[in-house]
């Protein structure tokens, strides 16, 4: 069974930088897909960016250049840096895994999640 226990997140200011931490235990060498998604009350869950066991990453456009993924793979640990934060940022962040050679954005393509931490970005 995967588990992922997220830290990190806070608030800041537009301009800001944050990194947020999703420690996974239970996830196999190879393969698997951890994504990062963000959630606003009432909107549907967006993909923010994705990693899979290679390394191998793909943002969506609105963080392209923003939002960098990096693994620390002794520690089976993801990080989402996170600079030049905007408002629009702002979202309850989650990161979610899937043991699968085929990684997305798509929410409904992974198994486990962790418990949400909220990135507040002030203007």
């Known amino acids: 069974q995967v588990q992922l226990v997220q830290s990190g997140g806070g608030s800041v200011q537009a301009g800001g930088s944050l990194r947020l931490s999703c420690s996974a235990s239970?996830?196999?060498?190879?393969?698997?897909?951890v994504g990062w998604f963000r959630q606003d009350p009432g909107k549907e869950r967006e993909g923010v960016a994705s990693?899979?066991?290679?390394?191998?990453?793909i943002y969506d456009d609105s963080v392209k250049d923003r939002f960098i993924l990096s693994r620390e793979a002794g520690k089976n640990t993801m990080y989402l840096q996170m600079i030049t934060l905007e408002p629009e940022d702002t979202s309850m962040y989650y990161c979610?895994?899937?043991?699968?050679?085929?990684?997305?954005?798509?929410?409904?393509?992974?198994?486990?999640w962790g418990q949400g931490t909220q990135v507040t970005v002030s203007s």
């Open positions: 990693i899979n066991h290679l390394g191998q990453t």
């Open positions: 979610a895994a899937v043991q699968s050679n085929r990684c997305t954005r798509k929410s409904q393509d992974f198994d486990f």
């Open positions: 239970g996830l196999p060498i190879k393969p698997y897909c």
